[in-house]
């Protein structure tokens, strides 16, 4: 993602890349750790279980960095608004996110089909009909009504019966938040400024969570929208020349304050895993998104001012396997989930023990994930990303 200074001198946010491609590979390692009851390891993983069980601070963390990229043009253009209009804009969300998710539906199904043509022809004594330990993250069987669910991108509102590809649940909900982000909350922001939109939208996705009741809104997260539009604040205090917002800018600890958020949202979310079953899920994600959101002014601060990132963030955010990683994170968080079930699936049948049934699922699911998200990538992918297609363009 690029970015620029106001006097239009690019500078390379690489490091947005880096958090997008780790915040994809943690979620491939907490679904290829994703174990059932029947099989726990020994204690000696227990560290390991407990720390893969953080997954949906990833996801908080797309929407922010989602709702930064997306504003950052914005503010930054003489109009304040989008480059080619409205028009422009839905253009190109549509180029950018729907080839590659169908084509990972179609990836799904035709996995679904040879698992089904197999079983139909040779002993899959790996396959157990009617059984699936990962529930939620990849199914073979589904209906008509399933598929159109998905096709529609409404799996978030918890309308299917079967999962197709589980995690894209959170595409379907950064898929709505695009439309609300240009239709509603661009000229809410044109109108009344930034802190008054970050608090409409904080109070429309509180508002709908508690409109929709308690388990249409577990699946749907409206609340997303307000982190979508701290992702939003924080490219503006980034790059605004507003006397107000540079002060702010300039004034706070933006490192301290991302660890102090980070810190609450950890412990809220011990609170809730271990003493307080019923407590807040979206007060979590909102610690999550602030933190991320003031970790991403801090980091860019550097960068405009000229300078590097400090060593250990610059070795672990734009080193260049994580950064490429970063740029095929997309196909990786949408294809991985029917590697790692196959993966699990086939190690079914070699009667191993649970610890060993959970090392290797580890050690095979996750390195196939990235090779299969790598192909898918360059095949369905990376012809739709802009910056590629102004290269071919520049070529001919």
Same mark, same amino acid.
């Given at each position: 993602?690029? #970015?620029?200074?106001?006097?239009?001198?690019?500078? =390379?946010?690489?490091?947005?890349? #880096?958090?997008?491609?780790?915040?994809?590979?943690?979620?491939?390692?907490?679904?290829?750790?994703? &174990?059932?009851?029947?099989?726990?390891?020994? &204690?000696?993983?227990?560290?390991?279980?407990?720390?893969?069980?953080?997954?949906?601070?990833?996801?908080?963390?797309?929407?922010?960095?989602?709702?930064?990229?997306?504003?950052?043009?914005?503010?930054?253009?003489?109009?304040?608004?989008?480059?080619?209009?409205?028009?422009?804009?839905?253009? =190109?969300?549509?180029?950018?996110?729907?080839?590659?998710?169908?084509?990972?539906?179609?990836?799904?199904?035709?996995?679904?089909?040879?698992? @089904?043509?197999?079983?139909? +022809?040779?002993?899959?004594?790996?396959?157990?009909?009617?059984?699936?330990?990962?529930?939620?993250?990849?199914?073979?069987?589904?209906?008509?009504?399933?598929? &159109?669910?998905?096709?529609?991108?409404?799996?978030?509102?918890?309308?299917?019966?079967? +999962?197709?590809?589980?995690?894209?649940?959170?595409?379907?909900?950064?898929?709505?938040?695009?439309?609300?982000?240009?239709?509603?909350?661009?000229?809410?922001?044109?109108?009344?400024?930034?802190?008054?939109?970050?608090?409409?939208?904080?109070?429309?996705?509180?508002?709908?969570?508690?409109?929709?009741?308690?388990?249409?809104?577990?699946?749907?997260?409206?609340? @997303?929208?307000?982190?979508?539009?701290?992702?939003?604040?924080?490219?503006?205090?980034?790059?605004?020349?507003?006397?107000?917002?540079?002060?702010?800018?300039?004034?706070? /600890?933006?490192?301290?304050?991302?660890?102090?958020?980070?810190?609450?949202?950890?412990?809220?979310?011990?609170?809730?895993?271990?003493?307080?079953?019923?407590?807040?899920?979206?007060?979590?994600?909102? @610690?999550?998104?602030?933190?991320?959101?003031?970790?991403?002014?801090?980091? +860019?601060?550097?960068?405009?001012?000229?300078?590097? &990132? /400090?060593?250990?963030?610059?070795?672990?955010?734009?080193? =260049?396997?994580?950064?490429?990683? #970063?740029? @095929?994170?997309?196909?990786?968080?949408?294809?991985?989930?029917?590697?790692?079930?196959?993966?699990?699936?086939?190690?079914?049948?070699?009667?191993?023990?649970?610890?060993?049934?959970?090392?290797?699922?580890?050690?095979?699911?996750?390195?196939?994930?990235?090779?299969?998200?790598?192909?898918?990538?360059?095949?369905?992918?990376? /012809?739709?990303?802009?910056?590629?297609?102004?290269?071919?363009?520049?070529?001919?």
């Amino acid at each position: 993602m690029n #970015g620029e200074k106001s006097t239009n001198n690019r500078i =390379r946010l690489a490091y947005l890349d #880096g958090i997008r491609g780790l915040a994809a590979l943690y979620v491939v390692l907490v679904h290829s750790w994703a &174990l059932d009851d029947t099989l726990q390891p020994s &204690l000696l993983w227990l560290p390991v279980t407990k720390l893969l069980r953080y997954g949906i601070f990833a996801v908080v963390i797309f929407i922010v960095l989602s709702g930064y990229c997306l504003m950052l043009p914005v503010v930054r253009s003489n109009k304040k608004y989008f480059s080619g209009g409205l028009l422009g804009f839905l253009k =190109r969300r549509v180029r950018r996110i729907l080839p590659p998710y169908y084509a990972a539906l179609l990836f799904c199904a035709a996995l679904s089909g040879v698992i @089904f043509l197999l079983e139909h +022809t040779i002993d899959l004594s790996w396959y157990q009909e009617g059984f699936n330990p990962l529930h939620g993250l990849f199914s073979p069987s589904f209906s008509f009504h399933d598929l &159109l669910v998905y096709l529609l991108l409404l799996q978030n509102f918890g309308l299917h019966l079967n +999962t197709i590809d589980g995690p894209t649940w959170t595409v379907a909900i950064e898929w709505q938040i695009y439309f609300i982000f240009a239709v509603l909350l661009i000229p809410i922001w044109r109108r009344v400024g930034l802190f008054a939109t970050v608090g409409i939208a904080i109070a429309l996705g509180l508002g709908l969570k508690y409109l929709m009741g308690e388990e249409i809104s577990f699946h749907a997260c409206p609340w @997303f929208i307000g982190l979508f539009a701290l992702g939003m604040a924080a490219a503006e205090i980034n790059f605004s020349q507003k006397p107000s917002l540079m002060w702010i800018n300039k004034s706070l /600890p933006w490192s301290v304050l991302a660890a102090v958020f980070a810190s609450f949202a950890f412990l809220g979310e011990w609170l809730r895993f271990d003493l307080i079953p019923g407590f807040p899920q979206w007060i979590v994600h909102y @610690f999550v998104a602030l933190g991320t959101a003031c970790f991403l002014i801090y980091c +860019t601060n550097f960068l405009i001012k000229g300078k590097s &990132l /400090p060593p250990v963030l610059s070795i672990i955010l734009e080193s =260049r396997i994580v950064v490429e990683l #970063g740029v @095929f994170s997309y196909s990786l968080y949408i294809t991985h989930a029917p590697v790692v079930w196959l993966v699990h699936q086939f190690l079914l049948s070699q009667q191993l023990s649970p610890t060993m049934m959970a090392v290797k699922w580890f050690l095979f699911a996750v390195p196939l994930s990235l090779v299969v998200a790598y192909i898918f990538h360059c095949i369905f992918e990376r /012809p739709f990303m802009s910056h590629f297609s102004s290269n071919l363009k520049s070529r001919t």
